[in-house]
């Protein structure tokens, strides 16, 4: 099964880690402890909780399991790949960035205290029982949302899962991503990172397949045929190896997972104002047309209704 190293490409407008997420199963697999006044007395205030979570937000060289449907591999970060994106998280001023489940945003949260594990007995997390190896990005984050209190006192979150763009540095093409789809482009290769659902996870020594669709429209493949007849015809240069890669999904008739689809018609919304019917050499046409075009954009807003994900 491949294994596939993600790497920032700081020339990118979009890069790196811009939330930080509170999630029922984290993507690394390495659960949160709450800390209050009884618990560590550094962070004490008269007999008050304190509200503080403190967990892994990205270990190191930690195989993460994926699937598309189609295919299986791993993904991971290098030491040097997590501290850089440890101080871009903070020099881009997102430390009260947070979303619940990477579903949608919440106020009241921040990340209070950021460290890389520097040592393998010494390290204060080990004080907490979190056996960690030496170059995972740690955090405390203060929660002062209530109701979000209240879930995490209830069990509901285990962990924090990252959100972010990253790349695959087996494809890592800077000609590419300079194109009109880049931020999708490494927000499809990364998302991984950011959100494992829990039916695509191995579960009791037992891979759950995710589910996946094909039961699109032929006008979602012609649209797919249609962009990359004119891709070639311009000398494949528009789209990025995400968009034609969908492309070819989408004109052979191949299932999509939800993932997917979510990106799909996330791509499509916001792409729809570069497509010129007229202009068959933009590449905002081009790129819109290999992702299903207007009818790939209904035929995704449509499933996601059905599945309950919009």
């Known amino acids: 099964m491949n294994l596939i ?6 020339t990118m407008a979009l890069t790196g880690i811009d939330a930080i997420s509170l999630v029922e199963h984290p993507a690394i697999e390495e659960d949160f402890i709450a ?3 009884q618990k560590r007395q550094l962070f004490a205030m008269q007999n008050q909780e304190k509200r503080l979570l403190m967990g892994a937000a990205l270990v190191p060289d930690k195989p993460i399991y994926r699937t598309d449907g189609e295919n299986e591999y791993y993904v991971y970060f290098s ?13 881009n001023g997102y430390q009260n960035n947070a979303t619940i489940e990477h579903d949608y945003g919440v106020e009241g949260t921040t990340i209070v205290e950021s460290w890389i594990i520097e040592d393998e007995t010494l390290d204060k997390s080990r004080a907490y029982g979190l056996d960690l190896p030496v170059g ?5 984050m203060k929660i002062d949302n209530e109701s979000i209190w209240k879930r995490v006192k209830d069990g509901e979150f285990k962990g924090f899962s990252i959100e972010g763009y990253f790349v695959d540095k087996m494809n890592f093409s800077k000609q590419e991503l300079a194109k009109i789809e880049e931020q999708e482009a490494a927000l499809a290769l990364s998302q991984i990172v950011a959100i494992i659902k829990r039916d695509g996870r191995k579960k009791s020594g037992k891979r759950v397949e995710m589910e996946s669709f094909a039961d699109y429209p032929e006008a979602v493949s012609n649209n797919a045929k249609r962009g990359i007849e004119l891709n070639e015809k311009g000398g494949n240069k528009c789209a990025t190896a995400v968009g034609k890669l969908r492309g070819q999904q989408l004109a052979q008739g191949k299932a ?18 570069y ?4 202009n068959t050499e933009a590449c905002g046409t081009i790129s819109y047309l290999l992702w299903g075009g207007l009818a790939g954009k209904r035929w995704a807003e449509s ?4 599945l309950g994900k919009l």
């Open 5 to 10: 190293e993600l790497i920032l490409d700081e």
């Open 35 to 37: 800390l209050n006044a």
């Open 79 to 91: 030491k040097d790949t997590v501290r850089k994106a440890m101080e871009l998280f903070f020099k």
């Open 136 to 140: 995972t990005w740690m955090v405390s």
């Open 256 to 273: 999509l997972s939800v993932e997917t689809i979510t990106r799909m018609h996330s791509y499509l919304s916001r792409a729809e104002t």
């Open 275 to 278: 497509y010129d019917e007229g």
């Open 303 to 306: 499933k996601l209704k059905e």
